[in-house]
C-alpha cells in the first residue's frame, strides 16, 4: 500500500469511536474520498486545525484493497476558511458548498473541472469583508453571495443540468430579457409562449449576469457590488436545478434563505 499524496478540500466530518473522525473530502486528483482519520480529535500535528470544512490542504491517505475507506493520515493546510474572520453569510455560504459537494459528488470520481471552480469561489468567499479592513484598500467587495450564485450556477452547468440558457427549452427560439422564466418541473429557461402555470421570472439582470459567468472567471466579478438580493432569483432557480437532480432539500440552503439569501 503507498501513500497517495492530492490537493483536496475537507467537506464533512464526524466522529467514530473515541477520538477518531470519519472525513469526507474532495482531492483534486482522486475526487471525492472517505477516510478514518485516527485519533484526529487528539493529533494536533498531523491535523491541526485541516478538519474545518473547506480548508484547502495538501492530503495523504492510504487506500487499502476492497475498503470503502481511506486511511486518511495528515492534512496540512494550504488555505484556511477561518483565516478572515468570521460572519453567519460566509459561514452558511460555506457550509453550502460542502453539503452540495458531498451530496453530489461521486466518490472515487476524479472531477478536475469541479475542484478548480472551488477553489477559484473559495478564494472570493474568504476574501476579506470591506467593513474590517482599511478604507484605502475597500474598493467594491462582492462577498459571499457573488461567490454563491457564481457556484450554484455552474454547478448547475457542470451537473449537466443547464441547458443553453439563451434559448427556450421547449421551442428553442431565442429568449428576451425580461420575458425568461423557470419553473420546478423541468431544466433550463422558458419563453413568454411557454411560460407554465407556476413559472417565476428571472429578472433581465440575472438572466444576463448568467450569461457573463458562463463566460468568465469568477474573479472577473469581484470588483462589483453585490447586496444580498442581486441574483436572488437566479440561485432559486439553479438550487431547483439541483434539488430536483439530488431528490432531496439541502439542509444548508434552508439557512440560507433564512438569512435572505
Ligand atoms: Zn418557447
Redesign the pocket.
Known sequence: MSVLTSEAVVLRTWPIREADLIVSFFTRDYGRMKGVAKSALKSRKRFGGALEPMTVARAWFVEKPRQELVRLDQLEILRSPLAAPVDHARMAVLSFFAELLDEALPEHDPQETVFRLLVSVLEQTTAVQPDIVQPQSAGPQSGPWMALTYFSLWMTRLMGLLPDIAH?T??G?ALKAGETSFNSLGDGL??A??RNGNASALSADSWQLAQRMLRAPVSAFAGESWPRRRGMDLRRFTLQSLERHLERRLRTAEALGRLGG
Open positions: 427556450c421547449a421551442c427560439e422558458f419563453c409562449v411557454h
